[in-house]
């Protein structure tokens, strides 16, 4: 079974990320797809031009913190969305694809813009046999 | 939250004495019905920020307080860094020195009304919004670092903006001590082609009439007559000050962790001020707020543009510009003492009383304007900094309505294009590049700024002016 998934959890003035997978490189690509769908919806972005990219951080929790502030920053300055995620990961060290297109305001309707990721609710952890990685994104 | 955890000292001040760590005790000033309608996280949030070292008197939440990052939104503390106070990433916020300034038109209701969609026009094509938006400016590195050095005074050297706006914005439009060195060059890469654009979310540019006075002397102060039409900015610095925040609260866990500070929650991540990375982020912070009064010049000088193009002889003059998340140094007086201190205002929006020194002449007597952006379906508030305020709570107040509804509920109940059609019926002009947008943003989805306002009133925080309400609403 695959177990790979996402979902949003409530915060008042923002909103949480939460990836599932069997791997912990899967759970980060399902929380990148989360924060997207933060966005606008996953459907409506075609998976063009894949841009790369690499963190490496102490432990899980910041490296998450970095991929998805990586991810935040593609988005901003190459004023792209993504909707394909393929990440791997070893040790510390993350290499991944991010693929999408350049936005398109009537296409995409993006409702916001996202400012960063938090330390807030954020963590990395084994549950039930699966990876979930997570946090609060201010946008 | 529970009020029973509090000690009431009046109907709209509240106090949680010093316990389990605490060094000072916690205050929120707040009318019993907003403090139960607060998330219990703020409880929580304020009573750790009153651990952090070298905070100075008390941890402070305003009438609109809610779940922010480590510092509660709407909450005030400063530090005294003689005393090994610190700063902290998450009690300024992502969004350095997001703020709102309002300005006059000379505009009659009636000429406004006559051409209402056609102003709505000019100005959503006129001033960038949204997602993905960019400006006409486009920063080289020689260019970013005078801008992040000048603040809204640069954009006036550069020809947006009027000379006089500078008396009418905090720190005269220039932040002193910015340092452009310690802003990384992802923040100034996602800042080169931002200038003069709104941003998304709950930014948003508003035409607005005054529909109700309140105190009459200082309304006639500020230039605040009943049936004006005002123009209000609310925005921020950016994508550079996004990075910034990012950057520094990473890099804040360890500093804390290098000086020995026990954080009661990761989130409030701080440096001491005295140290390298809290000199480093002071100096990247002022050089965002800079960032966000340069933003917030051009964008009123792409606003007269627009409003000139339809009306030649509006007067647009600046009545005047808040920022509701920073730190900054200011002198308050401590058991008959004056003293330095660091202020952190999250969420909150500084309020000196009449005779501050910081005041420009003409508004000295009656106290600093404080602006309060409301939803674009609701009212807009202007009050004024007291006296009183200044013992209170460093002279702040708060800052706006705060969500009751996250922005996925809101999707779930209301559709954008409805949104869109209801406020038009009731003569509210919306444009926006994002019908999702509007419905994360539906008025409904916000708490009653009106009872934020009058706790704020009550408690002695600031006064009420006036009253003002949307007639257009361009939001990114």
Redesign the interface.
Known sequence: MNAARWEHFEHKADIGIRGYGNTLAEAFEQAAIAMTTVVTDLSLIHAVTPIHIRCADRDHDTLFYDWINALIYEMATRKMLFSQFNVEIDQERLSATATGEAIDIEQHQPSVEIKGATFTELGVYQEDGLWVAQCVIDV | MDINQLQRISNNEWQIDAHAGMRVPALIYASEALIEDM?EKVYQQVTNVARLPGIVKASYAMPDA?????FP?GGVAAFDADQGGVVSA?GVG??ISCGVRTLHTGLAIDEVMASQRALADLLYQHVPA?????GNIHLNNKQMKAMLEGGAAWAIDRGYGEREDLLRIEEQGCMPGADPSQVSQ?AK??QQNEMGTL???NHYLEVQKVVEIYDADIAQRFGVAQDDIKISIHCGSR?LG??I??EF??LM?ASAKDHGIKLPD??L?CAPILSEVGQQYLGAMRAAINCALANREIITHLTREAVHRLFPQAKLDLLYDVSHNTCKQEQHEIDGEKKQLYVHRKGATRAFGPGHPELPAELREAGQPVLIGGTMGTASYILAGTEQGMNLAYGSACHGA????????A?RQWHGGQVIQDLAERGIVIRS?????V??EAPGAYKDVSAVVASAQAAGLARLVARLEPLICIK?
């Open positions: 998330d809610h779940w922010g990052y480590g939104i998450g992502f969004d949204g997602l993905g938006s960019t992802f890469k996602r941003g998304s979310g994508g996004h990075q925040g990012t609260l990473k866990v990761r989130e991540a705060g969500r009751s509804m996250s922005r996925r509920q999707t590049p994002s019908k999702r947008g419905a994360e990114g």
